[in-house]
């Protein structure tokens, strides 16, 4: 079973900041949190990912609480071509995912 | 440019009638892998290798083979397909041994849709 829980879906207006939550509330001390995103059924494509500091690349930031049990992929300006599934996975070593369901977000004109 | 490449990329066959579907990268990647994603069930990982000639089974291997002999390439087999293995088929690739935030992320293919009557 995957070990996150996001929420199902999420709408956001074009030019805001996106923000996907992510539980992971049994993640261990040495689990990175990946953050991935699929647009329609082409390959999922790497975002970001992080052990327990911020961090931020140039398509997002990554938000992991000091308890390390959620985190926060932030979009800052969505665009149209953001709506996709995204997923947030937990991972040792960035192998072996276990996917769940995902968060459908759909970015509105 | 740094890809994962499936061939073929759409497949039509009948039950029983072997098939492979070849999965290669120009990464120089040890770990490889390949998912199938079903509506309602998502990505679930058929099977792992960890480098050449070392494979395990993921959460679904029943129905599949792999194998491993280059590094760049890793097959997989359906020895008899049935209507139930009519899925989307991801391959992935990624370097393994290491840490680092910039080798840490795991690169699909663009998948490989199978459909078995």
């Known amino acids: 079973d995957a070990k996150t829980t996001q929420p199902t879906s999420m709408d956001c207006a074009e030019g805001r900041a996106a923000n996907l939550p992510c539980n992971h509330s049994?993640?261990?001390?040495?689990?990175?949190v990946y953050w991935y995103r699929q647009i329609h059924s082409q390959g999922p494509q790497y975002i970001i990912h992080g052990l327990k500091n911020n961090e931020t690349n140039e398509m997002a930031s990554l938000i992991i609480t000091e308890d390390r049990k959620s985190s926060t992929l932030i979009l800052p300006h969505a665009t149209l071509r953001d709506t996709a599934v995204y997923y947030c996975?937990?991972?040792?070593?960035?192998?072996?995912?276990?996917f769940g369901p995902g968060t459908r977000l759909s970015v509105l004109p | 440019e740094a890809q994962v490449t499936q061939n073929p990329r759409y497949l039509i066959t009948v039950t029983g009638k072997k098939l492979t579907v070849t999965c290669s990268q120009n990464?120089?990647?040890?770990?490889m892998s390949w998912y199938r994603q079903d509506p309602g069930l998502g990505l679930r990982q058929i099977y792992y290798s960890m480098n050449v000639e070392v494979t395990d089974k993921g959460d679904v291997p029943e129905g599949y083979k792999v194998s491993r002999k280059e590094k760049r390439n890793f097959p997989l087999i359906l020895e008899s397909p049935s209507p139930n293995q009519t899925s989307l088929y991801f391959c992935?690739?990624?370097?393994?041994?290491?840490?680092?935030?910039?080798?840490?992320?795991?690169?699909f293919g663009p998948g490989t849709r199978l459909t078995v009557l």
């Open positions: 990464m120089n990647h040890e770990y």
């Open positions: 049994t993640i261990s001390g040495n689990e990175y």
């Open positions: 996975i937990v991972s040792l070593y960035g192998q072996n995912f276990v």
């Open positions: 992935a690739s990624q370097t393994a041994f290491q840490r680092g935030p910039s080798i840490d992320t795991q690169y």
